[in-house]
């Protein structure tokens, strides 16, 4: 994507949507922000920051004309592990180590392989990401008091049931005034988000009537600054960076998947299409310039960059003017920001565990009762009850391990013999029995991709035939798509079995790939050229000729007769001789 192409036509009245969409979506993105970052483990300005320096890079870098980036939900148990187990620089580390991996990612063009991720993975850990971020919430919403977050879910839902007797009546009453005003305010106030207006009303009514009785950003995480941090380099040794390296990247590969399927979604909505290696670069970027003043890792936000979109955005500017809101916001009413309550903060992080769940597809792919609902309900009890990368790691090995058993499980390797009766399929498998075949010829359909994962099912289901030591072999390959290697190497140990045993190989009807395998591998020559034939009824043709018919007539097994790809006369002389 040229640079041009994203502002191609820009004009005034382009620059007059930006600035509509970018201000909603900045408004829109501020609450947001300070919530991700106080469940994060952080201060609430970290998460504004980072909404202004990574969200203003993204849209500027990005290959996305309308994505829009910034802290998200997905990366709140990541990240408040990482803060939990390493501290907060190391956090800042880790983000600026996942931007590097990034800005390789999209160099080395690997924006494509992201959707190869199955989707059974990415809707397991979204789902279990989404369950931790909602009990996460309960104790804020509760207002209960001593609790301490830990790493594992169960430790924390323990800490919830140990301090329920601490429940603030206060707290809940501003929590369910705020959930009430997000789901009323859209059907009155449609242009403010309604997410803004509850924290705005429900922080009043806390400042007014209940001064000192709930818990407020203040009280916790003290005065929000109205300025941005000056800029710090944090200090990178080699212990550090072997330290942190896997958590920058699985923060990286979560960005990765994250800010991809947030273009992929804009492209939905405005036939557009998207640039996914500039998108990581710019990704990468935005996330080595954020750590260095104070911000948390970002990726592509869906909800905020539909709402750009819905909201009338042309260019990427709408998504630089969004940053600019923010910053315009912070040093204007950062002081106000302190009396916000966390119990007025819950309801909306609820509510995006509630939307980023994935529920229905997960339920769609849970009733189908197949390999890929196992890969789904593991994924998701292991980002439950573990954490992300090890449910990544597992959900992606499953799915691979399952996918390579249905492939072997797909391949069919038959002995088949000429149907006479058959119009369409000249050879069939039902026409081999103990009474009707062939010692001379054997021929065999080969149905499904020779790989690694069954190329000992096909090497096994030739062995007791060339044990008959045949006179031709002869292999339909038509309907082998793929071949890789390991099978290669097995078709291999056939023909040279066969031709020390005096068989003859012949392959009918191969694809192109598994030809050009056999070509790189010279296994095309050691068959022999001449053996390769386009059609199966050529090739019967060539092993007759090579075989004495008449030592074949008097074989009472002998199943050529009445081939169709004889001719008439020679039809003819067969039936004369056996009868």
Not at 80 to 95: K, P
Not at 462 to 480: A, C, I
Not at 492 to 503: E, F, L, S
Request: proline content about 4%; glycine content about 8%.
């Amino acid at each position: 994507m040229k640079w041009g192409g994203r502002f191609e036509g820009y004009n005034q009245e382009a620059f007059r949507k930006d600035c509509i969409s970018g201000f909603i979506v900045g408004i829109i993105a501020i609450p947001l922000g300070m919530a991700f970052a106080i469940a994060s483990g952080v201060k609430p300005e970290y998460g504004i920051y980072t909404t202004i320096i990574a969200g203003t890079l993204i849209s500027l870098l990005g290959g996305s004309r309308y994505q829009i980036g910034g802290p998200t939900g997905a990366f709140i148990p990541i990240l408040f592990a990482i803060v939990m187990q390493y501290g907060y620089e190391n956090l800042l580390i880790a983000g600026f180590m996942a931007g590097i991996l990034l800005v390789l990612m999209g160099v080395l063009r690997l924006g494509g392989l992201i959707k190869f991720i199955p989707r059974p993975v990415t809707i397991g850990f979204t789902a279990g990401i989404a369950v931790i971020i909602f009990t996460g919430q309960i104790s804020n919403f509760l207002g209960l008091q001593g609790v301490q977050r830990h790493e594992d879910f169960l430790s924390n839902m323990k800490e919830i049931f140990i301090h329920f007797v601490t429940l603030n009546i206060y707290s809940v009453g501003i929590a369910c005034l705020s959930l009430a005003i997000i789901f009323i305010a859209p059907r009155y106030l449609r242009s403010i988000p309604g997410s803004l207006v509850a924290l705005v009303i429900s922080s009043i009514v806390a400042v007014l009537f209940l001064d000192g009785k709930v818990a407020t950003i203040g009280s916790t995480f003290g005065t929000i600054p109205s300025t941005l941090p000056s800029f710090h380099f944090p200090e990178i040794t080699w212990e550090r960076l072997q330290k942190l390296l896997s958590p920058a990247l699985i923060i990286a590969i979560l960005g990765a998947i994250e800010s991809l399927l947030s273009a992929v979604v804009a492209d939905g909505m405005t036939r557009s299409q998207h640039n996914s290696n500039r998108e990581l670069i710019g990704q990468g970027i935005a996330n080595m310039a954020a750590p260095l003043f104070g911000g948390i890792p970002a990726t592509g936000a869906i909800a905020r960059t539909a709402t750009n979109i819905r909201s009338g955005a042309v260019s990427p500017m709408s998504g630089i003017i969004h940053g600019l809101v923010v910053l315009l916001i912070l040093i204007v009413l950062a002081p106000y920001a302190s009396s916000i309550p966390l119990a007025s903060m819950a309801p909306i992080l609820m509510l995006v565990a509630w939307n980023m769940s994935e529920r229905k597809e997960f339920m769609h792919i849970l009733k189908a009762k197949t390999s890929d609902s196992i890969v789904l309900l593991i994924t998701f009890l292991l980002t439950v009850f573990t954490n992300l990368t090890t449910a990544v790691e597992v959900g992606l090995v499953l799915a691979v391990l399952l996918f390579v058993k249905r492939m072997r499980d797909s391949l069919q390797v038959e002995k088949v013999l000429p149907d006479p009766s058959s119009k369409h399929e000249k050879v069939a498998s039902h026409m081999v029995t103990a009474s009707h075949d062939c010692p001379q010829i054997s021929m065999f359909t080969i149905e499904g991709p020779l790989f690694f994962g069954d190329a000992d099912v096909f090497e096994r289901s030739l062995m007791s035939t060339l044990q008959k030591r045949p006179g031709v072999l002869l292999l339909r390959m038509g309907h082998v798509p793929f071949m890789d290697m390991t099978g290669e190497a097995n078709l291999a140990k056939v023909v040279r079995q066969c031709i020390n045993q005096g068989t003859t190989v012949l392959i009918s009807g191969i694809q192109p790939q598994p030809k050009e395998i056999l070509q790189r591998t010279e296994l095309d020559s050691l068959v022999g050229e001449s053996h390769f034939f386009a059609h199966t009824g050529d090739a019967i043709n060539y092993a007759l000729s090579k075989l004495d018919l008449d030592k074949c007539l008097g074989c009472k097994h002998f199943a050529f007769r009445e081939c169709s790809t004889l001719s008439s006369s020679q039809q003819e002389t067969f039936v004369q001789k056996t009868t």
